[in-house]
């Protein structure tokens, strides 16, 4: 557990497993839609043919970004959690450093 402050407290674990649930989606996401623009549509009409394919690209388009989102707030969390360690680990170093100090001498 990280103190940041007075009152804030977050658990690494937690972050960690955000994370992990977000790349999780991620990679479950990706597979639910499968490879949608090697479909091919054959109406007989080219210029329906040609529309189809343009909204399964842009589907598909959209899909990628969801799936992008996801993998970056995923990768968002872990920087976080990180960081906070970071953060947890050089507070403790500075205030066994202060506790080792000599007392100055005012004299």
């Known amino acids: 557990m990280v103190n940041m402050g007075s009152g ?8 960690a497993n955000a994370a992990g649930s977000f790349h999780d989606g991620a990679d479950q996401f990706a597979k639910a839609l ?3 623009t090697t479909l091919k549509a054959d109406s007989g009409d080219g210029g329906l043919d040609e529309t189809v394919q343009a909204v399964l ?14 993998r970056e ?3 968002n969390l872990d ?3 990180a ?3 970071r953060s947890d680990v050089s507070s403790r170093e500075l205030y066994d450093d202060i506790m080792r100090a000599e007392p100055i ?3």
Do not use: C, E, N, W
């Not at 804030?8 to 972050?15: E, G, I, N, R, V």
């Not at 690209?57 to 996801?70: C, E, T, W, Y």
């Open 57 to 70: 690209a842009a589907i598909d388009a959209l899909h990628s970004r969801v799936v992008q989102g996801l």
């Open 73 to 75: 707030t995923g990768d």
């Open 79 to 81: 920087k976080v959690r």
């Open 8 to 15: 804030f407290q977050t658990t690494l674990q937690d972050l």
């Open 34 to 36: 499968g490879a949608i």
């Open 83 to 85: 960081d906070y360690q």
């Open 105 to 107: 001498d005012k004299g």
